[in-house]
């Protein structure tokens, strides 16, 4: 006896097999299934044929299941009504998130006051479309749009050696313009008018942990080793809020920040920028986004230049 696989069969007879068990009969089933009655008893006689045993027992007036059709008549319905019902969560799913819009933000700088005039905007023009901001790490952000638990990702310019050798696409949608120096007012070198990055030589850094944010620290190396110098890290903060609060709170350190920076204007610090630097806020997406309202959102938020080098 050769073993039959469900492949043998297709869905729309698996059907017709469950209309026939419920009516136990052949003309009933067909019009209940819009179809000739001859049809219906051909699919059932070939599904027989394939099996290699009877399904119905055909009596004068009706049709009886045989034990063998009873079993495939339990769990046929299940599979069925399972299949059903995950094209119908399936199909909800989908049209849900064709009207809806999930903006990723890092978790620690306060960077909406550069887009949310032009989402704004765009809200107008689509007001059927639903806008969600989610506060990620910044080191989870990426992950998160890749994963398509994000449509688009806004994050800062150091971020950008990691991008490279992904399927991502980025624009620049803010200016600082500038790196900036963050002190407390009570360090001896606040007195100063202006500071090169060779005067922090001996300072000690506070910088956000290297789990997530490698490429901040790899950043503030790079401009430090360009001045002959290694950077003194004296502490490290899970994101750049804590970092910023340890700042303010410990009274000592510097930080290497930019004004997108959560307390960044308080009046307990003061900002040095650095000349030839830059900073940038950046929206990513993925390359091969199949939804073209996310592209529309992208081509509103980087084009509008009136949403750049706010200050």
Same mark, same amino acid.
């Given at each position: ?112 006051? !550069?887009? +949310? ?5 765009? *809200?107008?023009?689509? /007001?059927?479309? #639903?806008? $969600? ?84 620290? !790899?950043? +503030? ?5 360009? *001045?002959?110098?290694? /950077?003194?890290? #004296?502490? $490290? ?75």
């Amino acid at each position: 006896m050769s073993r039959v696989d469900f492949l043998d069969f297709r869905l729309y007879q698996i059907q017709l097999f469950l209309v026939v068990c419920e009516c136990k009969s052949f003309t009933t089933a067909s019009q209940m299934l819009n179809t000739t009655q001859s049809a219906v008893s051909k699919s059932i006689t070939s599904m027989e044929t394939t099996l290699g045993f009877p399904l119905f027992e055909r009596k004068k007036n009706r049709l009886e299941l045989t034990e063998a059709s009873r079993i495939l008549y339990a769990e046929w319905k299940h599979a069925i009504r399972n299949i059903q019902s995950s094209i119908d969560k399936a199909y909800s799913a989908y049209y849900k998130r064709q009207s809806s819009l999930i903006i990723g933000e890092p978790d620690s700088m306060r960077t909406d006051k !550069d887009y +949310l005039p032009a989402i704004k905007d765009f *809200q107008v023009m689509h /007001p059927e479309l #639903n806008i $969600s901001f989610v506060e990620k790490p910044i080191g989870e952000l990426i992950s998160n749009l890749l994963t398509d638990e994000l449509d688009v990702a806004i994050t800062v310019d150091y971020e950008i050696p990691s991008l490279k050798n992904l399927d991502v696409n980025w624009k620049i949608i803010a200016e600082s313009p500038k790196l900036t120096i963050i002190m407390h007012i009570n360090n001896p070198l606040a007195a100063k008018d202006k500071l090169e990055i060779i005067d922090l030589k001996n300072e000690e850094f506070i910088v956000m942990s290297p789990l997530g944010h490698q490429n901040y620290i !790899d950043l +503030l190396v790079r401009l430090c080793n360009a *001045q002959g110098f290694e /950077p003194k890290i #004296n502490s $490290s903060a899970p994101n750049a809020r804590s970092m910023m609060s340890t700042l303010i709170r410990s009274q000592s350190g510097i930080v290497l920040g930019n004004r997108f920076l959560y307390d960044g204007n308080s009046p307990e610090l003061k900002h040095f920028e650095l000349d030839n630097t830059e900073s940038s806020l950046i929206i990513v997406w993925k390359n091969q986004t199949e939804r073209p309202i996310v592209n529309d959102f992208i081509k509103a938020v980087v084009e509008n230049e009136q949403y750049k080098d706010v200050n």
